[in-house]
Structure formats: C-alpha cells, structure tokens
C-alpha cells in the first residue's frame, strides 16, 4: 500500500539558513500537500560542520506521512476544531488538518523547522495556519487546544513518563488526542497506559524508498 509520492520541482532557496530546501509534492489520499524539505546532503553537512543540532526533523518520516493519511480518511475527527501539533519537525500533519480544522497550530522545539513548516503554510495560502518555536514540555499556560496531534514523539524512554502527563492533562480537559506510532519494542511502556483511553486504532502501512513501515495510529479520549 503506497501512503503517497514525491514530485520534487527542485525550487531551492537558503531561507537563511545553513541549508537549501526544497519543494515537494506530497499526495495523501485524494489531497496534494505541497511542501518544503530540507536538502538531505547539505543538511547532513551543516550538521558534521556544527551549524546545526542533529536534525530529527529535517526529513518526512513514516508517523507523519500516516498520520496525515489518516486525518484525510477520518476529518470528522478534526473537522471545524481548534487544532495543535507538539513536536512537529516539518509540520506534514498540520498543514494537512488545517484544510478541515478551524485552526492550526503547528510546533516545534527547533526554530529551522518552525520556519520552514511556516514557508510551506504561506505557500499554501494557509489562513488559518500557525506556527511556533515551542517545547511540550514547557508549554504556555494559556496553551490549549480541542485535538492535539502527535507523531512519532515517543522515540526516547526518558521522556515517556513527562509525555503521558501531558496527555492525561489534555485528555483531562476534554481533548481528543491522535498518536502515530512506528512499532517499536521500547515503547512498550508508553503505548500500555495509553490504551485504556484509546478509541480507534488503525495500522497503516506507509511505502517510502522502497521499504514498508508500519505505524499504528492511536485515538485517544477520556473514558
């Protein structure tokens, strides 16, 4: 099953950062997502000559693709909500939701990936898109939203215990919460707790470069 294809225009530009970038063509479903990722090799340079911290976030992983194939085939989920995604390198899940949600708000603890996630959304004609340097886990008091997105967050153990708070918090507060997650032996400890609150859960299997990877996408709510 393909989640989708790249058509590369090859239309570079530096956005004053280390690196060019340049703008893809994503097609989920029946929806075509325009948007604009870094260049591998130069971000893998800036990376080795110490301008940039390791960039997690500088490429379209499984999660993402998959949560965002997801949204198109659930927007009842999203639709007409105040919407937010945490952790959200180049921001493919928002940039899709915010064709159905009210709002869009799309972060990220890393600025190059917030501008850039920005550029695509401008791109786009996005009005009700936006975008944030934020780290969940110190977000705003006044932060709030009716869906949080998550994709691929809970890749690091030592975080788990700090990400299940958030969600109980949001979960809490009446929010609905979709998580894509690829299978992953360590996360164990985090998926468990998490079911008790799940909903829906779909597996989708995502095709990039000739491999195939499953992710299971989580709906979450209070129970």
């Known amino acids: 099953m393909r989640a989708g294809r790249c058509a590369c225009l090859f239309i ?19 929806i075509s997502i325009e948007l604009y990722v870094p260049d591998e090799m130069a971000l893998r340079q800036a990376y080795h000559d110490g301008k940039i911290a390791f960039p997690y976030w500088g490429k379209l992983w499984p999660s993402a693709i998959a949560l965002s194939r997801f949204v198109v085939n659930h927007p009842h989920y999203i639709q007409d909500k105040k919407l937010a995604e945490l952790g959200a390198g180049l921001g493919l899940p928002s940039l899709v939701a915010a064709r159905y949600a009210n709002s869009a708000l799309c972060s990220d603890h890393n600025a190059e990936a917030v501008a850039i996630a920005k550029r695509s959304a401008l791109h786009s ?22 869906v949080l997105l998550l994709s691929d967050v809970n890749y690091e153990p030592a975080s788990f215990e700090a990400l299940l708070q958030l969600i109980n918090k949001f979960l809490q507060k009446g929010a609905i919460i979709i998580i894509s997650t690829p299978h992953r ?12 609150n799940t909903i829906q859960k779909e ?3 995502v095709e990039q470069h ?4 499953m992710i299971t996408v989580l709906i979450l709510a209070a129970t």
């Open 12 to 30: 570079y530009s530096s956005l004053q950062m280390p690196f060019p970038v340049a703008l893809q063509t994503i097609t989920i479903g029946e």
């Open 185 to 196: 032996l360590m996360a164990k400890d985090f998926i468990e707790p998490v079911l008790q």
């Open 125 to 146: 004609r996005l009005r009700n898109f936006k975008s944030m340097v934020m780290d969940w886990h110190h977000l705003p008091e006044d932060f709030d939203a009716d």
């Open 210 to 213: 000739g491999q195939v990877t």
């Open 203 to 205: 597996d989708i299997a």
